[in-house]
T-cell receptor, first 115, second 115 residues
Framework: DTGVSQNPRHKITKRGQNVTFRCDPI?????LYWYRQTLGQGPEFLTY????????KSRLLSDRFSAERPKGSFSTLEIQRTEQGDSAMYLC?????????????FGSGTQLSVL | AQTVTQSQPEMSVQEAETVTLSCTYD???????LFWYKQPPSRQMILVIR??????QNATENRFSVNFQKAAKSFSLKISDSQLGDAAMYFC????????????FGKGTLLTVNP
């Protein structure tokens, strides 16, 4: 098991374009989280899946953002009509939900630059 | 809303010395968890140490220990015998007890270790 994998590692796009990121969690992890980290800030929660169900979304996740986790395996995060303010690192994390012993494992993120 | 404050944007320490990173938080919850995460230049967030609020005993992990002051809502990280590999951004994080790990992070402290 190589941990949480995120692709691509970097993405440069022009304003108005659509982008999609992929996250492959640790196998058998039933929970998957997306966070966004802007320069000089800590990560901010975006959304969370338990298996294939998206259980919570932050108000940060505007209508231009959509996330999916088909069959409870990998997840994709799509941003439509990108804006310069979307430039950030998008982090994915997974865990095997087990109450007080739950531990999050993070990927290395996708760095998005919107020109 | 819960907030996490790290008042030290940057800290430095000599190799083999001890350094303490500060964190305060605000919550009205009685059941919660606190964490310190390390983010090296590779960008992957790595869990350093975790503390359950209901435990009075301070958590320790090898050279890393915390000073958890629940009444003061303070959660500092002490790194003993600092090593060059400890150089990274350190983030304090909070999550309420419950069914998911929606973390709230501080802005981070950049730790430099001088040889």
């Amino acid at each position: 098991d190589t941990g949480v994998s995120q692709n691509p590692r970097h993405k440069i796009t022009k304003r108005g374009q659509n982008v999609t990121f992929r996250c492959d969690p640790i196998s058998e992890h039933n929970r998957l989280y997306w966070y966004r980290q802007t320069l000089g800030q800590g990560p901010e929660f975006l959304t969370y899946f338990q298996n294939e169900a998206q259980l919570e979304k932050s108000r940060l996740l505007s209508d231009r953002f959509s996330a999916e986790r088909p069959k409870g395996s990998f997840s994709t995060l799509e941003i439509q009509r990108t804006e310069q303010g979307d430039s950030a690192m998008y982090l994915c994390a997974s865990s095997l939900g087990a109450g007080s012993t739950e531990k999050l494992f993070f990927g290395s993120g996708t760095q998005l630059s919107v020109l | 809303a819960q907030t996490v404050t790290q008042s030290q944007p940057e800290m430095s320490v000599q190799e083999a010395e001890t350094v303490t990173l500060s964190c305060t938080y605000d919550t009205s919850e009685s059941d919660y968890y606190l964490f310190w995460y390390k983010q090296p230049p590779s960008r992957q967030m790595i869990l350093v140490i975790r503390q359950e609020a209901y435990k009075q005993q301070n958590a320790t992990e090898n050279r890393f220990s915390v000073n958890f002051q629940k009444a003061a809502k303070s959660f500092s990280l002490k790194i003993s015998d600092s090593q060059l590999g400890d150089a990274a951004m350190y983030f304090c994080a909070y999550t309420p007890g419950g069914s998911n790990y929606k973390l709230t992070f501080g802005k981070g402290t950049l730790l430099t270790v001088n040889p």
